[in-house]
């Protein structure tokens, strides 16, 4: 039995990255990046315990490299996540056929024992069309459709393997983010959050945006994408914390709005994340009570003691928690009652779904409940019309946001909404 493979540099893994797009274009052939993520390892360590999952991953780590047969072509970019590098395609096509037999091989050598529960596995694909687009931008969009995958959508391998270079894509995308971060070319947009029992206005969601010249917004699964493969999801989110407190700062007097601030995933056991709110609330003279942090469930539990001693000096400092995308992240009461949370956010699939499937109304329904035996403010995401709006008031839930109660909109446009609800 081999060991566990190590999580590659980050370093490592985009040179490796750039190596394959560099040669296949010399080549004028096509490239491609397979993301492969065991997504419910976090549940087998938890129940049979992390000897078993670091079979799994050296069980998946030597089946790559077999069907590989180039060790420089397979990373382990995360602790339960690989990739998967294609050079050399002399058609776009034959990604399908690969992703077909590694996925089966890797479903027949990570099946150990029928009591133990199964792995499952989901993809990210971004196929590289004569390798012609830069390899940050192809990290990015393979990381967007793994965060697709990982809330249950299929992966579109047709449409991944038809999709042809955009003008953003020749224009060196990694090096128009690195651009806009430095000259601060970002806005963030706010959607509202509406108090379900008194129907006021509760706060909003600080949602960060990227205009490109010539091209239009960037999808913010993209620009994240892209902040994380370039190592500035640190610099990115002290855009966002900053320039949200600047916001509260300035509206001081006229209107007083509580805002959510989005952390990344990567980013939620990092040392330097409390000291950098810590930091802003200084500079801006916010006061904590008016900001909450908004991470994902799967994310909490990523890194359970670096990340819970992280969240619990957030809420030394006053800051509100979040946990965002709830029942998604497959984590267990005992890690649950542990978070020191403020809030619970329903995921909007569960939310959605709700007035025509009873099981996720169930859900739903348990969520709140969950929330409210702990003492957690309860928010719903993903409101879209009236019926669900009453469905979730009959249900308890404290709070909705969602385009029924207002879409995303710049910070002049927030304003002009604010006044006319107050009239």
């Not at 999580?7 to 040179?15: G, K, Q, Y």
């Not at 010399?26 to 087998?44: C, F, K, P």
């Not at 490109?212 to 999808?219: D, E, I, K, P, T």
Request: glycine letters at 8%; a negative charge.
């Amino acid at each position: 039995m081999s060991d566990c493979p190590p999580v590659a540099a980050r370093a490592d893994f985009l040179s490796g990255l750039d190596s394959v797009v560099v040669q296949s274009r010399q080549d004028e052939q096509h490239a491609a990046l397979l993301l492969i993520d065991l997504s419910n390892l976090r549940g087998i360590n938890h129940r049979h315990g992390y000897g078993i999952g670091d079979q799994l991953l050296a069980e998946a780590h030597a089946q790559l490299l077999t069907l590989s047969k180039l060790p420089d072509n397979v990373y382990r970019v995360s602790g339960k996540t690989f990739a998967f590098l294609m050079p050399g395609l002399t058609n776009p096509a034959f990604v399908a056929l690969a992703l077909n037999r590694l996925q089966h091989s890797l479903e027949e050598v990570l099946y150990i024992d029928e009591d133990l529960l199964p792995v499952e596995l989901r993809f990210g694909l971004a196929v590289n069309h004569h390798s012609a687009e830069p390899a940050l931008s192809m990290l990015a969009r393979a990381e967007a459709t793994l965060a697709e995958s990982r809330l249950g959508k299929p992966l579109q391998v047709d449409q991944a393997i038809i999709h042809e270079s955009t003008p953003v894509t020749d224009i060196v995308l990694e090096q128009r983010f690195a651009e806009a971060l430095y000259n601060n070319d970002f806005e963030l947009h706010f959607q509202p959050k509406i108090a379900l029992g008194s129907g006021e206005v509760y706060g909003a969601e600080a949602l960060i945006r990227w205009h490109l010249a010539g091209h239009g917004y960037v999808s913010p699964e993209e620009l994240v994408g892209l902040a994380f493969a370039a190592g500035k999801s640190y610099e990115l989110t002290r855009w966002v914390v900053n320039r949200s407190l600047r916001y509260q700062r300035e509206w001081r007097g006229a209107m007083e709005l509580p805002l959510a601030i989005n952390v990344p995933a990567d980013l939620v056991s990092s040392p330097d994340l409390a000291n950098m709110f810590q930091g802003a609330l200084a500079i801006w003279g916010a006061d904590p009570a008016m900001v909450t942090v908004e991470i994902t469930e799967s994310a909490v539990i990523d890194d359970k003691e670096g990340g819970f001693h992280n969240l619990e000096r957030l809420r030394e400092m006053g800051l509100g928690l979040s946990i965002d995308d709830f029942g998604t992240g497959y984590s267990s009461l005992s890690y649950f009652k542990d978070i020191p949370a403020t809030e619970l956010k329903i995921d909007r699939s569960f939310v959605s779904r709700m007035l025509e499937d009873h099981q996720d109304r169930e859900l739903v329904r348990i969520i709140i409940e969950i929330g409210h035996l702990f003492g957690l403010r309860v928010v719903a995401e993903g409101v879209e019309d009236e019926q669900t709006l009453c469905a979730l008031s009959e249900l308890g839930c404290d709070v909705v946001q969602g385009f029924l109660l207002g879409r995303p909109m710049p910070e002049e446009q927030l304003r002009a909404w604010l006044e006319a609800r107050s009239r």
